[in-house]
């Protein structure tokens, strides 16, 4: 009789330990998907980051452009009336620059809603 129950309580530990198993490998399949969506999150936040770099780069450089052509506004708003077309064009390039300026902020939080709809 105790060989019996003994018995017994080795095949409960045995099913114990196969349920154990079980779900460890449950939660190791988990964890490798879960290491594989990190890794692409990191992949994605990384080129997010290149993309704000570049963006963050190039409104820089526009700013510095559109400061420049401010100063060359003012000086021809004393010049003649042949500079006067100049002056136009400068401020038509100007509004170009800042569209593109709205275009690439506008692509930036695009991607970012994106982004945080995927995550």
Known sequence: LQA?????EIEKEQNRNSVLNQENQQLDKARKYLESK???DEHRISHL???????NAT????ERQSANLNQSVEGLENANQALSDNVNNLTQQTNE???KIVQLIQSSI????EFQTIK
């Open 4 to 8: 019996q129950l003994y018995k017994v």
């Open 49 to 55: 980051l290149d993309l704000q770099k570049k963006h």
């Open 97 to 99: 620059q800042q569209n």
């Open 59 to 62: 409104q820089l450089h526009f």
């Open 38 to 40: 990190r890794k692409e």
């Open 110 to 113: 695009s991607d970012h809603k």
